[in-house]
């Protein structure tokens, strides 16, 4: 009765060996991709599909993710605002010149909407970049207060050998899973 007893504590306290964890993240990738495929009604066939290693991770670490992010839209947005302030200049120069060649009328109108289109598109790229500026304040300000945060997150680095669609892939892919061997999806 005491053996028994001894046993059902240690099983109760058993922590995963690595080999075990690593196990755990590749079934729940494998199940992760199959359903997105099945979802997306394309064919998945995984190959080969192997996590190499893993770190545990903290939420410090996907908003780092979010901020690479948030970093890039900022860049896309910020090219697509200043062609668009270009392309409404060129709009409102041409504008005045058709005014002053052909005083006033169709041509010189057309150019003038045009202009108007480009700038009220370069209005709401500019209202997206204010957007995304302060959701990077909001982030920076979430990782300046959890200095010393809970690390509750698989970062796995898995090798994966697949037909997803299409599209063939081979290549060694960092994943987040939660502490239950759920994926995090950004």
């Given at each position: 009765?005491f053996?028994?007893?001894?046993l059902?504590?240690f099983?109760?306290?058993h922590?995963?060996?690595?080999e075990?964890?690593?196990e755990?993240?590749d079934?729940?990738?494998r199940k992760h991709?199959e359903d997105?495929?099945f ?5 998945c066939?995984?190959y ?5 290693d893993?770190?545990?991770?903290s939420?410090?670490y996907?908003?780092?993710?979010r901020?690479?992010?948030?970093y890039?839209?900022?860049?896309d947005y910020?090219?697509?605002?200043e062609?668009?302030i ?11 010149l058709?005014?002053?060649?052909f005083g ?6 057309i150019?003038?909407e045009?202009a108007q289109?480009h ?6 790229y500019k ?11 909001v982030?920076?300000a979430?990782?300046?207060l959890?200095k010393?945060?809970?690390?509750k997150?698989?970062k ?21 899973f939660t ?7 950004n």
């Open positions: 009765m053996a028994v007893f001894l059902s504590i099983s109760c306290n922590e995963l060996t690595k075990e964890t690593c755990k993240l079934s729940s990738l991709l997105l495929a979802k997306g009604n394309y064919p066939t995984i080969e599909l192997r996590t190499v893993f770190e545990e991770v939420d410090n996907l908003d780092s993710m901020l690479t992010t948030n890039q839209d900022y860049e910020k090219s697509l605002l062609s668009t270009e392309l409404a200049q060129t709009e409102s120069s041409q504008a005045n058709y005014l002053e060649t006033k009328g169709s041509l010189s109108d150019s003038r045009d289109k700038i009220n598109e370069a209005t709401q209202d997206s970049l204010v957007a995304i500026i302060k959701r990077d304040s982030i920076k979430r990782i300046a959890r010393h945060a809970e690390r997150y698989f796995t680095k898995t090798f994966l050998k697949a037909t997803l669609g299409d599209h063939n892939k081979l290549d060694t892919v960092n994943y987040i502490k239950d061997f759920k994926p995090v999806i």
